[in-house]
């Protein structure tokens, strides 16, 4: 499976840079189909749907390094980057769910 392209602790940490990854990876056909995979709530059986983190990352002003949601940012990152650089079609969203699958397992949720 592919690195994933490290993350300065200021991108992890940014709510706002995981609201910038969202915006382009929507452009790509990216939802809620993709986003419960790659989300921690998926350990407790819930599909978290992609607009209500959205709502999360405009409340708060930072996410703990290392934490739940910073893990969240690293999975988007790599989303967006595996899906370019695999040369998908815009509105894959197979490809956009196993990439998904793929950041959960190789950027794991802590226990």
């Known amino acids: 499976m592919p ?5 300065n602790l200021t991108e992890t940490t940014s709510p706002a840079s995981a609201i ?4 382009d990876l ?3 056909g990216f939802g809620d189909d993709a986003f419960w995979r790659l989300h921690h709530f ?3 059986g819930e599909r978290e749907p992609l607009q209500r983190f959205i709502d999360y990352c405009e409340k708060v002003t930072a996410f703990q390094p290392g934490g739940t949601n910073s893990l969240v940012c690293k999975r988007l ?4 980057d595996e899906y370019r ?5 815009q509105g894959d969203l197979r490809a956009l769910a196993t990439l998904a699958e793929e950041a959960f397992v190789k950027i ?4």
């Open 3 to 7: 690195e994933c392209r490290n993350l």
């Open 20 to 23: 910038r990854l969202i915006v």
């Open 26 to 28: 929507r452009k790509l």
């Open 42 to 44: 998926r350990l407790k």
């Open 77 to 80: 990152r790599f989303v967006l």
């Open 85 to 89: 650089a695999r040369n998908f079609p």
């Open 108 to 111: 794991p949720s802590i226990s």
